[in-house]
Every structure is written in C-alpha cells, then in structure tokens.
C-alpha cells in the first residue's frame, strides 16, 4: 500500500508539474521578434487531399508578408488528388516563390521521407522547414523559427495541438495530440530527455542535416520526424522547442477513421522504441496505480481520497493546460471524460503489437529500430 500511494503521489506531482511548465513555456505572450525574415525553404511532403491542405497552404501566404519563403509542394505524381489544389494554389501565387515539384515513384522509400528527400534538394535556402500539409502557418512560427536561426540554433521544432474537432472521432485526436504525446513535452525538454521532433513543424540548417548524413539515410524510417532528429542530436546540433503551438486538424475525424489512426501511431511507437520500453508502459497507468491502492487498502477512506484525486487530477489538468497554455478549451463536457484516458490507451497499446500498417494507401511491415518496407 506505501509503495502504491508513493508511486500515485509522484505521479501527481509530475502531471501537475508538466501542466505548470506547459502553461510556463506556451502561455506566454512574448513581443513578436522584431527585424527581417531569414530566407527559409518550406517543404510540403504531400500525399493525398487532407481537408486542410488548401487552408494550410493559403496561411502560409498570410504568415510571409516580406516573402521569405520559398515553398516547394511535394507530391509523387500528377494523378495525385492534391495536384490540382497545389497547381491552382501556385497559379494564384505567381507572386511568390511556390513549386509544385513531382517527385517520381518513392522506389521503396517511405512516401513522405522521398517527397521530403527530392524537395530538399530541390531547396535553395541554407534552412529548410518541414510542415505537414494539414498544418497551420503563423506569422509568430515563421518570425519565431528565424528568431531561433538568428541565436545560432540549428534544429527548431513546434509541438503540435489539434484543433477542435466535431465527434468523438474529433475528440479523440484532441486527447491524443493535446492530451497525450503533449503532456510532457516542454518538461522532458528543460531536462534533456524525449527531445525528437514532430513532422508537424521541424526546421533544420542544411549544415546540421548534412553533418548529420542527409536524409537518405531515414528514407526507410517509419517515423522519420523521429528519426532525423536523433541524428541531428548526435551530430551535435542545437536544438530549440518553440513557445509557439503549431495547429493542425487530421482528415478523417469520424470514429473508425480516428481509432484506425491512433492504433496506427501505438504500433509505429511500438517499433521506433526499445521493446521494454513500450512494454514497460503500462506501469504508467495513473489510474491503473490508484486502483491498486484502493485495493491494498481495503477500500479505506485513505485509498479512496487517493483514487478521487487521481481520478480528478486528469480532467483538472488538462483543462488548465487548454486555458493557460494553449488558450484553446474543449467543450467542458469533454473533459470528465479523460478520467478513463488509462483505459483506452491500454487498449490501443495492445494495438501496438503487430508488425504491418497500412499508411496513405500502403502497406509497409515494420521493424526493429523504426525501420520499414513496403510490402503492397
């Protein structure tokens, strides 16, 4: 019963900490950097129509009055569904420096590694960005990333936050971008743990990528955010998280699509950590550990007053996280309902545990060290 309330009470004290320097690090309101815009290439590694993608593209104009921005749109071939959107997005935008480049058959790479890998090439500016095509663009990310650029920072990364979305399949995406994988972000950062970037907004000087072998080598990697990271980490470069959420909003928020999706992300983490680890993680479970306690109590008052405050402690949390960090709430409704979160990640935790996925129309099997090969 001791060790239970132990490991309970830490658990607490780490969420809320998390919460705190969430709130610390995202809620502020700096002034917006002052002076020019470095010259920056944003690629846009596309794959089919997200329902964002036009959007994503048009605040991208918005976010670069002073045009510093070369954009190149990614995308395998003409047939592509998005190729029309980009060329009539690029016809109306001859004004600035927007290619729609075909990319050509991925020849067993990962889609969005080759579109990523021909388009940086294809770059002219000595700092590239990589932005998925259901991202938002904001003029405090562009300002802020060559900001970062300007101190000497060679590798630049914005966490994402979903927009709010109609459903449960909408609701679900929320809990797991906003709720799950951005808990601990800027904590794990300040303590020199968990520093990978997310595809969403990463930003690299050309040097850093080189030194750290280009990025043929990823062309494989399932997870290839991940992946070029630790290797700019181990190359030394210096690295920098952004006091700006990146918004974005996946396509395909009805329930199936969304549980389809999540479960697709459980097995890439499943095969881009070590296996203890991610077997290891439901010792994680802040509700499966107050349940302990209330059992070795014997259902004492004491093991009661542990359990509702783990049980409130979830939705409590991550509320003041949307108000004072992301400034974005969900409807309150919604938020009693992360109290069961443990539960539906234990269940697609076992979803993890397979080694094919199906991603923008391919099959691939995984394998170990995050690597994967097409097989369909």
């Not at 562009?142 to 914005?158: K, L, N």
């Not at 479960?263 to 203890?276: E, G, L, N, T, Y």
């Amino acid at each position: 019963m001791i060790l239970c309330a132990g490991v309970v009470s830490a658990m607490l004290l780490v969420l809320w900490a998390c919460v705190a320097v969430n709130a610390w690090h995202f809620g502020r309101r700096r002034p917006m950097p002052a002076g020019k815009v470095l010259p920056m290439t944003m690629i846009k590694p596309v794959k089919g129509l997200d329902d964002a993608l036009v959007a994503g593209l048009e605040s991208i104009v918005a976010s670069d009055p002073e045009r510093a921005l070369e954009l190149i749109v990614a995308i395998e071939s003409e047939d592509d569904p998005a190729y029309p959107a980009a060329r009539a997005f690029a016809a109306r935008h001859q004004d600035r420096d927007v290619k729609v480049l075909i990319t050509g058959p991925s020849r067993g790479r990962m889609g969005k590694a080759h579109n990523m890998i021909e388009a940086y090439r294809a770059a002219k500016h000595p700092r590239v960005i990589f932005s998925d095509a259901d991202t938002e663009a904001t003029d405090g990310l562009v300002r802020r990333t060559s900001e970062a650029f300007t101190q000497g920072y060679e590798a630049v990364f914005a966490l994402p936050f979903h927009r709010r979305a109609p459903g449960p399949g909408g609701f679900l995406f929320q809990v797991a971008f906003n709720h799950g994988f951005g808990v601990g972000a800027a904590l794990s950062w300040y303590l020199g743990a968990f520093r990978f970037a997310a595809g969403a907004w990463m930003a690299y000087t050309k040097e850093a990528i080189d030194r750290s072998g280009g990025l043929e080598p990823v062309a494989h990697a399932i997870a290839d955010d991940f992946a070029i990271s630790v290797r700019a980490r181990a190359a030394g470069a210096r690295e920098k998280l952004l006091d700006e959420y990146v918004y974005l909003q996946e396509t395909g928020t009805r329930l199936w699509e969304s549980l389809v999706h999540v479960a697709k992300w459980s097995a890439i983490i499943r095969w881009s950590v070590p296996f203890w680890a991610y077997a290891a993680a439901p010792l994680g479970s802040l509700l499966g550990w107050s349940l302990a306690l209330l059992w070795s109590s014997g259902g004492s008052s004491f093991g009661w007053t542990f359990f509702g405050a783990a049980t409130a402690s979830r939705p409590l949390a991550a509320l003041a996280q949307d108000a004072f960090a992301a400034k974005e709430l969900m409807p309150l409704w919604q938020y009693p309902l992360l109290a069961l979160g443990d539960v539906g990640a234990a269940a697609f935790w076992l979803s993890g545990f397979r080694s094919t996925i199906v991603w923008r129309g391919r099959k691939y099997r995984l394998l170990p060290g995050g690597q994967s090969k097409v097989i369909e």
